[in-house]
């Protein structure tokens, strides 16, 4: 049996502790007062604080939760430490450090914390690997009782469900938002057509069947997709050696020597992830349509980009109201090849694991506004397309990186109507605390644009950023297993489609976009009157 002092309050009146324990059934009665105090809800009642001799403690709860683990991580146990404030001094972690290193308990996590009143003691948090029946766990726990307190094994902390492994990966991509056929609505180039409707379906099954292992299909396209394929090429190609970012340029031409990459032919996703993965780790997985943003920035994190196969409707090969596979290979794949791109790309991935709601919003703003429509400067001070969106599109490339923009592309990008006073984008500094509040459209031109200084700048900046966020853990990626592991002890909540959630959001976003364009055209009409 393992003894720790535990803090607690006796009332002399009562004879009994603050977890009503008869005084008489303690068996040592060795208690030593060490403070005074009067309680404030009463003035007549004196309670005294002794330490009492008291066993480490672990909940029915924490202790089944703990030896079932469930979840396929590695064990861990996370336990409370209080300190009295008596021995809350120089020092006194150090001790308790000491006891874990002495029996060979690897700590995987350590915060404190104050309580809310001063006469308190701190407290500190500890994870640490292994399982409470362990017998060096036991060792050290009974040693760190011995210094503090009260330590008290706790049961895990509940985070959002997110895949641990590469083959977890085949739940994050059963839903995808609007179905099999994508955003096919009535705007969309494809609505009536049937047969591309069709074709749009048997692309997506043969995505749908695919799992974590496999060979990535062959596609076969037809000679009408190879068309529309050749169109879009070969007219970005001819735009990305003005406004591409260098990265990019680099890598580009490696893609048609080593993937496949030419106006001729469309490049099979199977080649690329090859290439990919060959220069950075990075590869590729078939997915049927658009993907939850939870969903999508879960599979970065294992250096998973989840791409779609089926082409744009032929009738307007310049235009696509979603993702297709010109606007992946095209815009998203080359940078994927880039070792700063890829890092910082997976960094957004690894904040996303297990992160709530909210700052999933955050990740996925600060992705839109880097891996989308980001730009950053080139060596002549200019700035240059980073962002897929941006490089996957001749008109979004010219509103974007143009020094003067012409009235027709501000026309058919949907600026001019929606921002008449808009002649160039408004482009700031990179900063991702602005990036991940700052709304944007999704069906027109971007009104503003965020600029890094390079490549690397904009990992850093991304790297700080995820380093603070408040989260209940932090997970651990393993490049050989390609897994990871959690910082703390938690459990994950049972897995839920988020697809349809972010489709409503959607609709209730851009009930308020149209507020937000109004804030924007009148902080541009005060800038240009101040002027």
């Known amino acids: 049996m393992i003894t720790i002092l535990k803090y607690c309050y006796i009332d002399d009146r009562r004879g009994l502790i603050e977890d009503r324990v008869p005084l008489e059934n303690i068996e040592d009665k060795k208690m030593l007062p060490i403070l005074s105090r009067s309680s404030p809800s009463s003035s007549s009642r004196a309670l005294r604080t002794y330490l009492v001799p008291h066993?480490?403690?672990?909940?029915?709860?924490?202790?089944?939760?703990?030896?079932?683990?469930?979840?396929?991580?590695?064990?861990?146990?996370?336990?409370?430490?209080?300190?009295?404030?008596?021995?809350?001094?120089?020092?006194?972690?150090?001790?308790?450090?000491?006891?874990?290193?002495?029996?060979?308990?690897?700590?995987?996590?350590v915060e404190s914390k104050l309580h809310s009143f001063a006469h308190d003691g701190l407290v500190f948090l500890a994870d640490f690997k292994g399982r409470v029946s362990d017998p060096h766990v036991e060792a050290a726990l009974n040693e760190v009782s011995k210094v503090s307190a009260r330590v008290e094994v706790i049961g895990p902390k509940y985070v959002p469900w997110f895949p641990g492994n590469m083959r977890e990966l085949d739940q994050c991509v059963v839903d995808t938002i609007g179905g099999g056929e994508g955003l096919i609505a009535a705007d969309h180039p494809g609505f009536k057509d049937e047969?591309?409707?069709?074709?749009?379906?048997?692309?997506?099954?043969?995505?749908?069947?695919?799992?974590?292992?496999?060979?990535?299909?062959?596609?076969?396209?037809?000679?009408?997709?190879?068309?529309v394929w050749n169109a879009v090429y070969e007219r970005l190609t001819t735009l990305h050696r003005e406004f591409a970012c260098d990265e990019y340029n680099t890598v580009f031409p490696e893609l048609a020597q080593e993937a496949g990459y030419g106006p001729r032919q469309i490049p099979q996703l199977g080649d690329i992830s090859e290439y990919?993965?060959?220069?950075?780790?990075?590869?590729?997985?078939?997915?049927?349509g658009l993907l939850s943003a939870r969903d999508f920035l879960n599979a970065l994190a294992f250096r998973t980009f989840?791409?779609?196969?089926?082409?744009?409707?032929?009738?307007?090969?310049?235009?696509?109201?979603?993702?297709?596979?010109?606007?992946?290979?095209?815009?998203?794949?080359?940078?994927?090849?880039?070792?700063?791109?890829?890092?910082?790309?997976?960094?957004?991935?690894?904040?996303?694991?297990?992160?709530?709601?909210?700052e999933i919003v955050k990740l996925a703003s600060i992705y839109w506004f880097t891996v989308e429509f980001g730009l950053v400067r080139g060596q002549d001070g200019k700035v240059k397309a980073m962002g897929a969106g941006i490089l996957s599109s001749?008109?979004?490339?010219?509103?974007?990186?143009?020094?003067?923009?012409?009235?027709?592309?501000?026309?058919s990008g949907g600026i001019a109507r929606d921002y008449p006073d808009l002649m160039n984008p408004k482009v700031v500094d990179f900063d991702p605390r602005a990036a991940a509040v700052q709304p944007y459209p999704i069906t027109?031109?971007?009104?503003?644009?965020?600029?890094?200084?390079?490549?690397?700048?904009?990992?850093?900046?991304?790297?700080?950023?995820?380093?603070?966020?408040?989260?209940?853990f932090h997970p651990v990626y393993d490049t050989i297993t390609q897994s990871v592991q959690p910082s703390r002890h938690i459990r994950r909540l049972r897995r839920s489609s988020t697809a349809d959630m972010q489709a409503q959001k959607q609709k209730e976003y851009f009930a308020k976009l149209a507020e937000s364009k109004k804030e924007f055209a009148e902080g541009s009409s005060d800038e240009q009157t101040a002027s």
């Open 276 to 288: 990919c993965k060959s220069k950075t780790g990075f590869q590729l997985r078939p997915v049927a």
């Open 306 to 358: 989840c791409s779609t196969q089926y082409i744009r409707h032929g009738g307007n090969p310049f235009y696509t109201p979603e993702p297709d596979i010109c606007h992946e290979l095209i815009g998203h794949v080359p940078l994927l090849a880039d070792p700063d791109f890829a890092d910082f790309t997976q960094r957004v991935g690894l904040a996303s694991l297990g992160a709530s709601d909210e």
């Open 394 to 411: 001749f008109g979004e490339m010219e509103w974007a990186a143009a020094e003067k923009p012409s009235e027709e592309c501000r026309i």
């Open 55 to 109: 066993r480490w403690h672990a909940s029915a709860a924490a202790a089944k939760l703990q030896a079932k683990n469930t979840d396929g991580f590695r064990p861990l146990v996370a336990c409370e430490i209080e300190l009295t404030r008596g021995g809350n001094k120089p020092g006194a972690l150090g001790g308790i450090l000491a006891a874990f290193e002495k029996h060979k308990v690897d700590l995987t996590h």
């Open 195 to 227: 047969v591309y409707k069709k074709r749009r379906l048997e692309i997506a099954a043969q995505a749908t069947s695919y799992r974590y292992g496999e060979k990535i299909p062959h596609t076969e396209y037809t000679e009408e997709e190879v068309k």
């Open 444 to 472: 027109t031109y971007q009104p503003i644009f965020f600029c890094g200084d390079s490549v690397e700048s904009v990992k850093e900046k991304i790297s700080t950023y995820c380093d603070g966020m408040e989260r209940s």
